[in-house]
């Protein structure tokens, strides 16, 4: 039999990350994959294509609302949506493409196929099975549904459907107001679809800052998508004309319907555990459908997991730092996450990222904090290029000056609330970030300017 030090089972960004820091550790290394293409969810019908289109939809945007203010000139570009799907696969196909090319570079060996555990030690791919002394779950998560609606991928899809849709649906419901929901509506927005949000809670993006919610539904709604909030989707019928939603309204049990040509439900995801046979393991599981684990480690021995299919945020970068403390865990060394700095960023525009404490969770502890803030109307650069819509603010500790959490919409805020993670995993003071001379002009002057606005104030405000 074949024989590892560690097999992983999943090669997304968990999996392959974990991979490539194992073998970089000196562990003779494995995993199992079933799709043609690495990368798993993020890299194939997640995260990459989905900015591709977000990145297609928005230069579409500049051109029909801002290229003529700058005095470029001609007839506004037209929608080649098959061209915009190959642009999209050959973003795909270059980064999977790579993992590839880090696995032969590394010596990680890819098995293909679907993997069992038949018992500890061993993964069974078709017909062999894999000794090993490690296995390591990274099979991700899925989409989940609602009760009583059906999937068919065509009008109405996942986030997998919405990427590849034939043709741009004239209408669309989108159910769940999260990141994948607001992402994917801004998308078909931009392209001149009739976007329609329906969300059970009263606020977008459950779990974010409280003014952060408020603002991005503000700006959305202004961009033309629409919300139905407080509302609860009861069924999904197919008509001649498309699809009609029916939900009924938390606040007075009014029934109400729109119709849509494409409807897609955006309710979250769960763990993909299936297949695997954990339940003849003994593997321990949460309530919520998750592998339990203590430090990565579930109850039986030699079996671990990271990324969706464990507890924690979603996210692909979460993931690749679970993957690579276990590798570091596994070659004996001390791995290490640390989940208080743990950005989450959405990628509408403006974007909008976040990571630490909200308000609302600080007034819960009933911690002491003050509100740093800035506005990117008073950002030269941002002007300059329309989008000074949006503001920084950073919350610290009122007594310590210490940063506690922050909240960016604005231009490049993914790339920006990155300043104040490494200030937060140093535990910096947000006069820290004050006096740090930042570079003119640009979009982090912003950030500057929101942690001297917890001090004696910001100077262009």
């Not at 729109?258 to 339940?279: D, F, H, I």
């Not at 592998?291 to 671990?304: D, E, K, M, P, R």
């Not at 403390?325 to 070659?331: G, N, R």
């Not at 650069?381 to 210490?402: C, N, P, Q, W």
Request: charged share 20%; net charge negative; with cysteine.
């Amino acid at each position: 039999m074949p024989s590892y030090d560690v097999i992983i089972i999943g090669a997304g960004p968990g999996g392959y990350v974990c991979a490539i820091r194992c073998a970089q550790l000196g562990l003779k290394t494995a995993v199992v994959e079933g799709r043609e293409t690495l990368g798993g969810t993020c890299l194939n019908v997640g995260c990459i294509p989905s900015k591709a289109l977000l990145h297609a939809t928005h230069s579409l945007h500049e051109a029909e609302h801002n290229f003529a203010a700058m005095g470029l000139k001609g007839a506004a570009p037209e929608v080649d949506w098959a061209q915009m799907q190959a642009y999209k696969q050959d973003v795909i196909d270059g980064n999977t493409k790579g993992i590839e090319f880090l696995f032969k570079k590394n010596k990680v060996d890819w098995i293909k196929g679907w993997a069992s555990i038949p018992a500890a030690g061993q993964v069974k791919v078709g017909e062999t099975t894999h000794e090993t002394k490690t296995i390591v779950i990274a099979t991700g998560s899925e989409p989940s549904a609602l009760p009583g609606i059906e999937i068919d991928e065509k009008t109405v899809v996942t986030s997998t459907g919405a990427l590849s849709l034939p043709s741009v649906p004239k209408s669309m419901v989108v159910i769940g107001a999260g990141v994948i929901g607001l992402e994917l509506g801004s998308v078909y927005k931009r392209l001149g679809a009739d976007v329609t949000v329906i969300e059970y809670l009263d606020a977008v993006s459950p779990g974010m800052d409280g003014e952060v919610q408020k603002t991005v539904q503000r700006m959305l709604k202004k961009q033309g998508m629409k919300f139905v909030m407080g509302a609860a989707v009861q069924t999904v019928q197919t008509t001649k004309t498309g699809n009609k939603v029916s939900y009924k309204l938390r606040k007075n049990d009014k029934e109400e319907a729109v119709e849509a040509e494409v409807v897609l439900v955006a309710t979250g995801r769960r763990p993909y555990t299936s297949g695997l046979g954990l339940e003849a393991l003994g593997v321990e599981m949460t309530g919520r459908g998750q592998i339990a684990t203590s430090h990565y480690a579930t109850n039986v021995t030699g079996l671990y997991a990271i990324g969706d299919a464990i507890e924690g945020p979603m996210l692909a970068h979460k993931a690749e730092d679970e993957g690579v403390a276990l590798a570091e865990i596994l070659a004996g060394q001390k791995g290490h996450v640390n989940y208080g700095v743990i950005p989450g960023v959405i990628y509408t525009h403006p974007e909008v990222a976040s990571v630490g404490a909200t308000e609302e969770q600080l007034k819960e502890e009933g911690r002491a904090y003050k509100v740093g803030k800035f506005s990117f109307m008073g950002n030269g650069r941002a002007k300059a290029v329309f989008a000074g819509d949006g503001f920084v603010k950073i919350l610290a500790d009122a007594s310590t000056d210490r940063i506690l959490g922050a909240h960016i919409i604005g231009p490049a805020a993914g790339d920006l609330i990155h300043e104040i993670c490494v200030g937060m995993e140093f535990g910096a003071a947000a006069e820290d970030i004050a006096r740090t001379c930042h570079g003119h002009p640009t979009f982090s002057e912003a950030v500057r300017e929101a942690a001297m606005a917890c001090g004696d104030g910001p100077i262009h405000s």
